[in-house]
């Protein structure tokens, strides 16, 4: 079994910045890919970012230029950078980790949100 855990959320203005971190525990492997997304009230879950085993780094247009994803050293962390946050990137974060055989673990997810 595999916990996720986020943290970082928090409440800010239009144009400024957060850090969201994420750290898997458990059975875990060096070998995974993980990622971001984000749901807004009365939608559906939409996909961020994601840093794949092999280093491949996926970004959705809507945060491109203004998120970084990246990992930690001992890759069961990722982090999410967000800069120049709009309130339209008000939403629940969570992070996804996936096992080199594909199977998904989600965290419970953490608050974000910009006033305008």
């Known amino acids: 079994q595999v916990q996720v855990v986020e943290s970082g959320g928090g409440l800010v203005q239009s144009g400024e910045s957060l850090r969201l971190s994420c750290a898997a525990s458990?059975?875990?492997?060096?070998?995974?890919?993980m990622g971001w997304y984000r749901q807004a009230p009365g939608k559906q879950r939409e996909f961020i970012a994601i840093i794949q085993n092999s280093g491949t780094i996926n970004y959705a247009d809507a945060v491109k230029g203004r998120f970084t994803i990246s990992r930690g050293d001992a890759k069961n962390t990722v982090y999410l950078q967000m800069n120049s946050l709009k309130p339209e990137d008000t939403a629940v974060y969570s992070c996804l980790y996936i096992t080199i055989n594909g199977r998904q673990y989600w965290g419970q997810g953490t608050q974000v949100t910009v006033s305008s």
């Open positions: 458990g059975s875990i492997s060096s070998s995974n890919s």
